[in-house]
Every structure is written in C-alpha cells, then in structure tokens.
C-alpha cells in the first residue's frame, strides 16, 4: 500500500495537472495589446521577465521595485522591446504610503489601469528554523501582504472601470506548509486568504475583476537559487516560462496558476488527501545539514 501510493498520488496529481494547466489555452499577444499595467518587484527575476514579455506584447508599462538603476536598464530594454511605453517608480513597499504612490503615478500617466500584477516580496531571514523574531514577520506581513492590500485597495476603482485584473504571485509555500520558512510562509498563506475571500465578494457583487493566484514553485531566480540552492534537492523551473506563463493566466482570468503545474499541484492535492506522505516528501527534500539553527 505504502508503495501504491508513492507512486499513484503523485501520478494522478500529475495527472491533473496536466489536464488543467496544460490544455490548449485560448491565448493571443492581442489581448494584451495596448494595456496599462503595473508590474511590482520588476528589477529582476520573474518581474522583469514578465516586464519583457509585456513589452514584447506592446502594452503600456508602470514598474517598481527598490532600486533605481536596475529600474532604469529594465525600462530602457523594455522600450527597445517594443513597449507602447515605459516607466518606472522606485521606493520600497516597507513604506506603508508607496503602494498609494504607485498607483496614483499609473493613474496620473494614463487616466486608467487594466492589469495589476503584485509581484514583490520582502527580505527575510534566509532558510532556517523560526528564531522567534516576531520584529521580522511584522515587517515580512507589511511587505509581502499588507502593501498588496494597499495596491490592490488604491487600483480598485481603476480596475472596476476597466473590467481588469488582479495577478498575485504567490508560492506553494502559501498552499502547504514547508519547514525553516515559517515567517514568509505566514505571509503567502494570508495573500491566499485575503484574496481568495475577495474573489467570492466579486462574484457576489458582481464585479467583473478577474483575481489570478499564482503558486509557484522552486524557480531559477537569482535570488532564490541563492538563497536555498544548498538546502532544496532539486532543479529549478526556468524563470522565463514562469513569467509567461503568469501574464497568459492574468489575461485569461484563471482563478489559479500552478507552476511548474505537475510538482505545485501534486503537493497541494497531497496536502488534502496524504498530508503525512507530503510532510515526509518534504523532509527528505531538504539538506538538513545546511540548515542554520
């Protein structure tokens, strides 16, 4: 039985994955053609591929992240791209006012916004076990959660008034527990939560803004192959894909994103049918001795 089920569960998760991440998707550059989007967290990794893909597609671009000069190189390539425009804000979502900053540039720059994809995360305390800083979740809740409510808050007339879309990137440890990452999963899981409740108001209320959920797994980031390259066994999935896959669900208004779609949706469906199969999968994932204590 024990072996049964090593191999069918993830199989059949497998499975389904297959069938409703990798169907033939309606998808066109089109649809994109000539939107206003804001993309967070786009100085590197999957942001500022999403922000070429964007430009690639002609839509109207408003970036941010920290730092100013990646900014700069990003947008500039991103003209060269072939984006209907470009620009950028730099500021750090730690501050409680810059998600309002952001959103009322995109608004003072195109009168509109149709896509709102949040994207940035906060540092953390790297890849160990829970210390009991409750100073650090604090500022990780404020980063990685509260300033996407904030955004998402300041869009929303916008976004009504478009009949756009909401894209959150989040993480398989936001569906599942993952150990040595207790404060940054806290966060995902609450993004899970907020926006999730959200969608049913929506729907209740008839509001035709679409809300897509990204969970994402071990992607080849730079800062996260940094980060847990010596703890996770494994390979990661190439960020480039990630980032399109992410604008497709955006503009199909999926209600989830799994990716890399077999490994994310095996776990979440584990989670509900085998959660001790799952927390031993995970265990045996990691390099315990390269865990800090």
């Not at 527990?177 to 207790?182: D, G, I, K, L, Q």
Request: net charge neutral.
């Amino acid at each position: 039985m024990g072996l049964f089920l090593k191999i069918f569960i993830p199989f059949l998760g497998g499975a389904l994955a297959f069938y409703f991440y990798s169907a033939p998707q309606s998808f066109n550059e089109e649809m994109l053609r000539g939107k206003r989007v804001i993309v967070t967290g786009a100085s590197s990794g999957i942001g500022e591929q999403m922000a070429y893909h964007l430009a690639r597609m002609e839509t109207h671009l408003l970036l941010t992240a920290r730092t100013q000069a990646k900014l700069q190189k990003v947008v500039d390539q991103c003209l060269e791209l072939g984006a209907a425009s470009a620009h950028y804000i730099s500021g750090s979502m730690e501050d409680p006012s810059f998600p309002e900053v952001v959103v009322k540039e995109a608004e003072n720059t195109w009168g509109g916004l149709d896509m709102l994809i949040l994207n940035h995360i906060g540092y953390s305390s790297g890849i160990s076990f829970f210390d009991g800083n409750v100073g650090q979740v604090r500022k990780l809740m404020e980063t990685n959660f509260l300033s996407y409510v904030a955004m998402t808050t300041a869009a929303l007339p916008m976004l009504k008034e478009s009949e756009g879309s909401i894209v959150v990137v989040s993480s398989a440890a936001g569906k599942t527990s993952f150990p040595f990452v207790a404060p940054y999963s806290a966060t995902k899981f609450a993004l899970d939560g907020f926006f999730s409740s959200l969608r049913h108001e929506f729907i209740i209320d008839k509001v035709n803004v679409s809300i897509t959920l990204c969970i994402l797994g071990y992607i080849n980031t730079e800062s996260a192959v940094r980060a847990v390259s010596h703890i996770i066994k494994g390979t990661p999935a190439p960020k480039e894909e990630c980032a399109l896959e992410i604008i497709k669900a955006g503009a199909l208004r999926q209600r989830e994103l799994y990716y890399p779609p077999w490994v994310v949706s095996s776990m979440v469906l584990l989670r509900v049918i085998a959660p001790e199969f799952l927390d031993s999968i995970i265990s045996n994932s990691h390099n315990m001795e390269n865990v800090k204590r």
